[in-house]
C-alpha cells in the first residue's frame, strides 16, 4: 500500500491538472494553420520551393497546409483576407507586384502572422519578408559557366528586371569573370514568371548569335539550350534530371530554413517581423550548388577546385559575394 498510494494520487492529480488545464494542453498539441496564396502554378521554381517546405512540414505533421495557385493580382488581397479570416495562423506568398495590398491585411489582422516575399522592409509587428538570396551559388555557377564556354558568349534570360532576379544574374556574371575576363553577356526578360514559349524565344535568338551556355532564370530556356545542343545553367531548382546533357549545374534555394523557423516561432508566441532574407545564405542552407551529376567528369578538374575553393572560402565567411540589384545589361 505504501508503494501504491504515490502513484494514485499521482494520476488522480494528473487527471485534475489535465482536467482544469484542457483547453490550453489542446491547442498545445493541435497543428498551427498555415496557409500560401500564389500568383503562379506550382510548378512555376520559385513557389515550387516554398510549396516543397511547407509540404514537408505538412508530412511531419506540424501544420495543416492550404494553398491558393494562379491568383490574379486583382484578386489577391480577397484570396488573403478569406486564408486570414478562416483563422490560419501563419499565411505565406509573394507580394512584388501587390504590396500595398498585402500590407493592409497584415495591418487588419494584427494576430495572423504574415511571411512574404517581398522586395520592401518587415512591417510590425506582424509581417515578415523574404527572399531567394542565393547569390553565393549563382556565383558558383558563373564560374562554372565561364569556365565551360567555348565561344565565350554565354546567354541569359530572366523574369522581370528586379532585385530578386538581378542579384542573381550579377552574381552568376560575377563569377563568370572571375575565371574568364574575356566572356560576354546577352541580356534579357520577358516581363512574365511564368511563360515557357517567351523564354524559349529568347533563349533561339541568343544561342543564333553565338551564345553556348545559357543561363536559365526562368523555365523554357533549357528547352532552347537542349534543342540547339548547347549548355544551360540552372537557377533556383536541379533541372538536370530532365535535361541530363544540357543542364550542367544549378544554385539551389532551400526554403526550408526560412519556413520552419517561421512556424516554430509562430507556435511558440514568439514571431515578429523581420527580414527572413539571410536564412536563404548557404551559412544557414538556405542555398547551395547542385551536384554535377552526369557532367561530373565533363566540368574539367581545375576548373571544379576552383570552384570548390571559393565554395570553400564563402562558408567559411573568408569570401563574400557582393549583393548587386542593378539591372545587368548585355555587353557591348
Known amino acids: ?25 489542446a491547442f498545445a498539441q ?40 494562379n491568383v490574379a493580382n ?40 504574415f511571411l512574404m516575399g517581398s522586395s520592401g522592409k518587415p512591417q510590425a509587428p506582424n509581417f515578415s519578408v523574404f527572399d531567394n538570396y542565393i547569390q553565393e551559388p549563382a556565383y558558383l555557377t558563373g564560374m562554372i559557366a565561364g569556365g565551360m564556354t567555348k565561344s565565350n558568349k554565354i546567354g541569359m534570360v530572366g523574369g522581370f528586371p528586379i532585385p ?23 541580356v534579357s526578360f520577358i516581363n512574365s514568371w511564368f511563360d515557357p514559349p517567351k523564354a524559349k524565344e529568347a533563349a533561339f535568338a541568343m544561342i543564333d548569335k553565338g551564345a553556348d551556355i545559357m543561363y536559365a532564370e526562368r523555365f523554357g530556356v533549357s528547352d532552347a539550350a537542349k534543342e540547339r545542343k548547347v549548355l544551360a545553367i540552372g537557377n533556383v531548382i536541379n533541372t538536370q534530371p530532365q535535361y541530363p546533357d544540357t543542364v550542367v549545374v544549378s544554385a539551389l534555394w532551400n526554403m526550408e530554413p526560412s519556413v520552419d523557423r517561421a512556424i516554430k516561432l509562430v507556435k511558440d508566441a514568439q514571431f515578429k517581423a523581420e527580414d527572413y532574407g539571410p536564412y536563404s545564405q ?18 574539367p578538374a581545375d576548373l571544379v577546385a576552383k570552384v570548390k575553393a571559393r565554395e ?3 562558408l567559411s565567411g573568408k569570401y563574400s559575394v557582393k549583393i548587386d540589384d542593378r539591372q545587368p545589361k548585355s555587353s557591348k
Not at 45 to 54: F, T
Not at 282 to 299: A, I
Open 1 to 25: 500500500m505504501i508503494q501504491r498510494r504515490p502513484l494514485i494520487l499521482s494520476a488522480a492529480a494528473l487527471a485534475g491538472l489535465v482536467a482544469v488545464g484542457l483547453p490550453q494542453f
Open 30 to 69: 493541435s497543428k498551427l494553420k498555415v496557409a500560401a496564396v500564389y500568383t503562379v502554378p506550382f510548378e512555376q521554381q520559385w513557389v515550387g520551393r516554398i510549396h516543397k517546405a511547407l509540404k514537408a512540414a505538412e508530412a511531419r505533421g506540424e501544420i495543416e497546409y492550404k494553398a491558393t495557385e
Open 74 to 113: 486583382a484578386d489577391y488581397e480577397r484570396v488573403l483576407r478569406e486564408y486570414a479570416t478562416a483563422g490560419n495562423q501563419l499565411i505565406l506568398g509573394e507580394a512584388f507586384a501587390v504590396e500595398a495590398a498585402a500590407r493592409k491585411v497584415a495591418k487588419d489582422f494584427p494576430k495572423t502572422m
Open 164 to 186: 530578386e532576379v538581378n542579384r542573381l544574374m550579377n552574381a552568376f556574371m560575377a563569377g563568370a569573370k572571375e575565371v574568364n575576363p574575356k566572356v560576354e553577356f546577352s
Open 282 to 299: 548557404m551559412q544557414y542552407k538556405g542555398s547551395e550548388l547542385s551536384p554535377l551529376g552526369t557532367f561530373e567528369k565533363k566540368v
Open 312 to 314: 570553400a572560402e564563402i
